[in-house]
């Protein structure tokens, strides 16, 4: 799995980068087939508020996208990867539950 952690309009330190790392690493255990995570960490028009986007490339789907926008970079971080893990989670749910359908 591959993961990118890129800053819009704010500089991506290695903190910043090994803590958004370090949760994109959980993320296969949700759903294994995720290919890459893109982070991408920014503050918009330089205002106060940080913006964390997560775009997961999933195999023989549509990537998934998750935003969330706060006041704290690391509180938006895990957010965002809660919104991103809760994706996953239902993605698997309706593969698993479309296969063991009965007409």
Known sequence: ???????????????IREYAESKAAKMPRY???VQ???FLVGRPD??????????????HTAPFVAKFTGGDLYACID???????RQLTDHKERL???KHHKP
């Open 1 to 15: 799995m591959d993961i990118k952690v890129v800053g819009r309009h704010i500089e991506v330190t290695s903190a």
């Open 31 to 33: 759903y294994d087939r």
């Open 36 to 38: 890459t995570i893109e």
């Open 46 to 59: 330089q205002h106060r508020q940080y913006e964390v986007e997560i775009i997961a490339t999933v195999d």
């Open 79 to 85: 957010e965002t990867v809660d919104k991103m893990e």
């Open 96 to 98: 698993r539950n479309h």
